[in-house]
């Protein structure tokens, strides 16, 4: 069965995990996925990820993290750029969200990264998902 939007069941499937305190969640792989994991545990959201399994078998094995009180680092994670609606940012309009504890990843010309570092670059683009 294919999936018509990959980032959306990646972004349920940590939300999911986290909601009932997994200590790990298995995400199939795609270097866009990879991508915005290397974004999120540069930004401490999530911990290490690993690729597991064979051929067209492999998967992302990510390590979410947890407060110390239990809770899941991740509250929120919300698509913002659908397959049926894009949505594109110019970077004199990327502004902290929620007061710079939250986090955009945005696809730009130059790869996926957060909203700070397109900011700090110049650069725009489409705002995939935010995170807080």
């Not at 009932?20 to 290490?48: A, C, H, Y």
């Not at 067209?56 to 899941?72: A, M, Q, W």
């Not at 955009?104 to 995170?131: C, H, W, Y």
Request: proline share 5%; with cysteine; charged share 25%.
């Amino acid at each position: 069965m294919s999936m018509s939007d990959p980032i959306s069941d990646m972004i349920i499937r940590i939300k999911n995990a986290g909601a009932v305190n997994k200590p790990l969640v298995n995400i199939p792989l795609s270097r866009l996925k990879k991508d915005i994991l290397t974004v999120l545990q540069k930004e401490n959201f999530v911990g290490n990820f690993i690729e597991t399994g064979k051929g067209v078998h492999k998967s992302l094995e990510v390590i979410l993290k947890y407060n110390v009180d239990g809770t899941p680092l991740i509250n929120e994670l919300k698509r913002v750029s659908k397959s049926s609606c894009r949505f594109y940012i110019k970077a004199k309009d990327l502004h902290p969200f929620r007061k710079g504890a939250g986090l955009r990843l945005v696809s730009t010309p130059q790869g996926i990264m957060s909203d700070r570092e397109a900011k700090k670059l110049n650069i725009g683009g489409e705002v995939l998902f935010e995170i807080y």
